[in-house]
């Protein structure tokens, strides 16, 4: 997420197996975000920017992009 200083990325240090189902919790509360991949231990991040709110102008996909929506 970008809050107006770049964007922060979190990233589990687990890889995923493919073929397999995921369960991913991705939470924000204003600047702080915290990433939990198939309940292992959580990943935060913190934005620096002054921004505390997110607002998209499109939707938002994860893990998967409908075709349609494919540029």
């Known amino acids: 997420y970008n809050l107006g200083s770049g964007p922060v990325i979190l990233k589990?240090?687990?890889r995923l197996q493919q073929g397999k189902f995921h369960?991913?919790?991705?939470?924000?509360y204003l600047r702080d975000g915290?990433?939990?991949l198939d309940g292992q231990e959580d990943v935060a991040g913190h934005s620096e920017g002054t921004l505390k709110s997110l607002d998209l102008a499109d939707n938002m996909f994860l893990g998967y992009i409908p075709s349609e929506n494919k540029g």
Do not use: E, F
């Not at 369960?23 to 924000?28: M, T």
């Open 12 to 14: 589990s240090p687990h």
């Open 23 to 28: 369960r991913l919790v991705a939470k924000r």
């Open 34 to 36: 915290v990433l939990t």
